[in-house]
């Protein structure tokens, strides 16, 4: 097995750790670990920057922050003594980018300590870049990496449930089978889908429990529910944030003790399996309001992961069209013409990433012959209301715009309100030229249908102030 590189760095190192130091390295060299000195920059390659630091100075924190990369990069803080390592200063390395902080002095083996995270953090690694999440789950951008990270941990090195928060069109469910076929359960059993909001109230006892024969009108055959199906497996419960108060219950008393009886029985069941839930709403609020039962929530969301919006991670928005492109084709995905694709890349998403894939289909449909795909291929009602003028050389001195400009002057208009009413007078104009159509508005100007309708609000608000 190839020896995993780490990039050591130092800051302040005190001639009496030194031995102290050399020690760890060579403990690290004795689990396989190649320890190279780090530069001022984090090195390609590298499974994180090991920082060893005699006290958490500002220079320690300018590190940890270039070798973090803003939060891209790993870096595992090592205090070289306790008396280094003020109260606070875990939490100001954590706020700086540290993924962990470690004191060689609470570390019975301190090379140990380092390698098991170290060791980790390769195992995600190597399970992130491995096709069964690469041909399933698309991106590259540090947002979707970063929660990708929390999902493939919290799959392979613990049992408890996972809550998947997000949008709507994020990916929650494929997370979920991710979930289920990286868990390392001996003889695991099936993964079971249930859609909260498919179930319908009066037949939501027979989906969770089951039932016997003759248990109620039409029961004409037993049934076994999604409890007695999950049995040794995993239990995917989709937009839980739906499921009413009353269910929130019963589900509880069988997620805490494994047993449940079906419709129409007596008899206990035994039933052991990985909860999974997830939903797009803030269960935070669904609580408060009481919507959602506070001790239902605090046994599903063991693990929480948050899947980020299309409009976090717009680089992956390429990745994700030749992905889809591929799909429909069967094989690789043909050229898209670069104003097609930038177009794509701009455009908002209220759906995610389901959006993106049904237009994409949509655009594959009307392609035909072997070429790239280009602009025409777009659906009409996709397309932008006009096609932008090409910008004109602006006159010496300042431009077209230097006499409206000089007449606001002239006024005694001052910046901020000669600003305000040329953002105004664009907004109107791109309404107009986009027959009120928000969305296409919004491309014109380069913007989120969410940027747009803000700063309409508060211009009705300010004209309702004035005089």
């Not at 994020?170 to 695991?188: C, N, V």
């Not at 989906?207 to 003759?214: A, K, Q, V």
């Not at 990985?274 to 063991?302: K, M």
Request: proline content about 6%; hydrophobic content about 40%.
């Amino acid at each position: 097995m190839p020896q995993l590189r780490v990039s050591i760095a130092r800051r302040g190192s005190c001639p009496e750790h030194r031995d102290r130091e050399q020690g760890l390295l060579d403990g690290l060299a004795g689990h396989g670990f190649d320890c190279r000195p780090a530069g001022e920059l984090p090195e390609p390659g590298a499974v994180a920057t090991v920082l060893l630091f005699d006290r958490c100075l500002p220079p320690v924190l300018d590190l940890i922050r270039r070798h973090g990369a803003g939060g891209t990069l790993r870096v595992l803080a090592v205090g070289l003594c306790r008396t280094g390592l003020a109260d606070g200063d875990g939490w100001r390395l954590l706020a700086a980018g540290a993924l962990d902080v470690l004191c060689l002095d609470d570390a019975p083996e301190p090379a140990a300590a380092v390698a098991a995270r170290l060791g980790r953090w390769a195992e995600v690694d190597r399970l992130l870049a491995s096709p069964l999440v690469t041909r399933n789950l698309v991106g590259s951008s540090a947002a979707w990496r970063a929660a990708l990270a929390e999902i493939v941990e919290a799959a392979c090195f613990g049992d408890s449930g996972v809550l998947l928060l997000g949008e709507s069109g994020t990916g929650k469910e494929l997370a979920a089978r991710l979930i289920h076929t990286l868990d390392a359960r001996p003889g695991k059993g099936e993964l079971i889908t249930l859609d909260c909001t498919t179930v319908h109230p009066e037949l939501a006892g027979s989906e969770f429990f089951g039932h016997e024969r003759g248990s109620f009108t039409n029961a004409v055959a037993g049934r076994e529910g999604a409890f007695a199906l999950a049995d040794g497996g995993t239990l995917f419960l989709d937009e839980v944030g739906e499921l009413p108060g009353r269910l929130q219950a019963e589900l509880l008393r069988v997620v805490q003790e494994g047993k449940f009886k079906r419709i129409g029985s007596n008899a206990w069941n035994q039933t052991r399996f990985r909860l999974v839930c997830a939903t797009h709403r803030d269960l935070g609020t669904e609580i408060a309001e009481g919507r959602f039962r506070a001790d239902f929530y605090y046994r599903i969301a063991a693990v929480r992961c948050t899947l980020p919006p299309l409009a976090a991670r717009r680089e992956d928005i390429p990745l994700l069209v030749r992905h889809f492109l591929g799909e429909r084709t069967g094989g690789a995905a043909p050229d898209v013409e670069p104003a097609l694709l930038e177009l794509l890349t701009g455009r908002d998403y209220p759906g995610n990433v389901r959006d993106l894939r049904q237009l994409v289909g949509r655009i594959a449909q009307r392609h035909v012959g072997p070429g790239p795909i280009t602009c025409g291929d777009l659906p009409p009602d996709e397309r932008p209301p006009r096609a932008p003028a090409p910008a004109e050389a602006p006159a010496e001195g300042g431009g077209g715009f230097d006499g409206p400009v000089r007449e606001a002057l002239a006024r005694a208009r001052g910046l901020r309100e000669i600003t305000g009413e040329v953002g105004d007078a664009a907004v109107r104009l791109a309404l107009e030229e986009a027959g009120g159509n928000v969305r296409r508005a919004a491309a014109l100007l380069g913007i989120t249908d969410r940027a747009l309708q803000m700063r309409r609000a508060a211009a009705r608000r300010q004209a309702g102030q004035s005089p």
